[in-house]
């Protein structure tokens, strides 16, 4: 047996992968990512791969990048883990104030965790907790956006909207209201309809990413905030997928001018190395859980590795990258670029809507039969040619490394627009 081939067998033997369905996946041979060097990921077998999702939408400056590499390396060599419970450690401090300096403004505590979903069930429960200690007690309630998503963890799937991930665990969850995203004047209604009873409206600034890459219209976001301040309620701005360039600002948030009550980071925060995640809050919301010990005003949360030494090292690097090559400022010609191609690919006859904002991309193919498996067929053409790239179910994503070049763009668009046609050209003709 090939390396490879044994490896493979070991995999259906013994792996449950997320957001897979392991009955089928036996039926074709899975990858088995060896290394990475820029946005290239390589198998192995040695086959060569543009990774047009970012290794899930968290890849900022490439892969095997060589100041990452090096802030890892350099606290390994200091101590791996060492708990925020009680103690403290430079880098996580460090990266606090690091955070704190480019955020907007208003947020002035870091409270740190492990992933996307962590750092929004904190948020959730620290503006329920604000609430309740200040008297508020009646407010009790998040507002969520239709098709949101804030992670796969009960409480973040309670704010969640996406039917075909949620809908199960509906008994589970706490009950929420529903916002239309865009839909200002039904988010007023919303709001003056439980007046006093909403803790926080939860949501994804600008672009809703997993519902689909939902593109909220211009004023939106700031419509909200303003909404929230004339009714009493904090704002959380899930910045997981939108945060670190990702949307062409720093921070989503910033092209509305808004300042959150609550900024959620994960992926990009370590230029998608290592888990991290941070929950960003105000200073308002941390004095509102200052007491004597025995008025049980404590924030009673925290995960084992939260803050972890060479976590916040990468993500101290990661910061130092965005300074010093200029990351933001060198993205908006690519997104020129993007913008170019994406008004081609529009005018594609199988396309029925692109949306994007910055290098954050939502090819829509329309409606199709779910079990022609449309989307997986293009991942699987654009495999074949070289990319890696993973739909959200008819909705073809491309979310490249920030650090992608022009021409490594051109191509994976290229690619993206052959293996859309190619798996079109699969499907069973209608009888
Ligand atoms: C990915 C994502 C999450 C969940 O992050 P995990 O690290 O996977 O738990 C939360 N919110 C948004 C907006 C995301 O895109």
């Known amino acids: 047996m090939t390396d490879a081939a044994h490896l493979n067998d070991l995999d259906q033997q013994f792996v449950w992968h997320p957001f897979t369905q392991q009955q089928g996946w036996s039926e074709e041979t899975p990858l088995m990512i060896e290394r990475g060097e820029g946005v ?10 543009l990774d047009g999702t970012s290794s899930l939408w968290c890849n900022v400056h490439g892969h095997h990048h060589p100041v990452l590499d090096a802030a890892a390396k350099f606290q390994f060599d200091k101590v791996a883990h060492s708990t925020m419970l009680g103690l403290s450690h430079p880098g996580a401090t460090e990266l606090a104030a690091r955070l704190i300096e480019i955020a907007p403004e208003g947020l ?8 996307g979903s962590t750092a929004a069930e904190i948020a959730l429960k620290m503006a329920f907790q604000y609430h309740q200690q200040r008297g508020d ?72 990413g997993a519902g689909g890459m939902i593109v909220h219209p211009e004023g939106y976001l700031r419509a909200v905030r303003e909404l929230c301040d004339q009714h009493g309620v904090l704002l959380i701005c899930d910045e997981v997928a939108t945060g670190f360039g990702r949307t062409g600002t720093m921070f989503a948030v910033e092209r509305e001018g808004v300042s959150p ?25 941390y004095e509102g859980f200052l007491g004597a010990p025995a008025e049980g005003k404590t924030f009673f949360h925290g995960h084992t590795y939260t803050g972890n030494p060479i976590a916040c090292a990468v993500a101290l690097a990661n910061l130092d990258i965005f300074r010093d090559e200029r990351t933001i400022e060198a993205l908006q010609p690519k997104i020129e670029l993007l913008d170019r191609r994406l008004a081609e690919i ?27 498996r449309l989307g997986h067929r293009v991942t699987r053409e654009a495999r074949e040619r070289g990319a890696m790239i993973r739909p959200l179910s008819e909705v073809i994503v491309l979310m490249p490394p920030l650090a992608i070049s022009e021409a490594e763009l051109t191509d994976l668009l290229d690619i993206c627009v052959e293996s859309i046609t190619a798996a079109l050209a699969s499907l069973p003709t209608a009888a």
């Open 261 to 285: 009550d609550f900024m959620c980071l994960a992926k990009g925060i370590t230029g998608g190395y290592l888990p991290l995640a941070a929950t960003l809050t105000t200073e308002a919301v």
């Open 346 to 372: 529009a005018e594609m006859p199988s396309v029925t809507e692109v949306r994007s904002r910055g290098v954050m991309v939502g090819i829509d193919l329309g409606e199709h039969d779910p079990e022609l």
């Open 40 to 49: 290239y990921l390589y198998d192995v077998d040695g086959n060569r791969y």
């Open 108 to 115: 002035r505590r870091v409270f740190y965790s492990d992933s």
């Open 137 to 208: 007690t009646a407010r009790t309630r998040f507002v969520r956006m239709r098709e949101a998503y804030h992670g796969d963890t009960i409480g973040s799937v309670s704010v969640g909207g996406i039917d075909l991930f949620h809908a199960t665990y509906k008994p589970l969850l706490f009950e929420t209201l529903a916002a239309e995203p865009g839909d200002a004047a039904q988010m007023e209604q919303l709001l003056s309809a439980h007046e006093g009873e909403v803790a926080a409206v939860i949501m994804e600034p600008l672009v809703q």
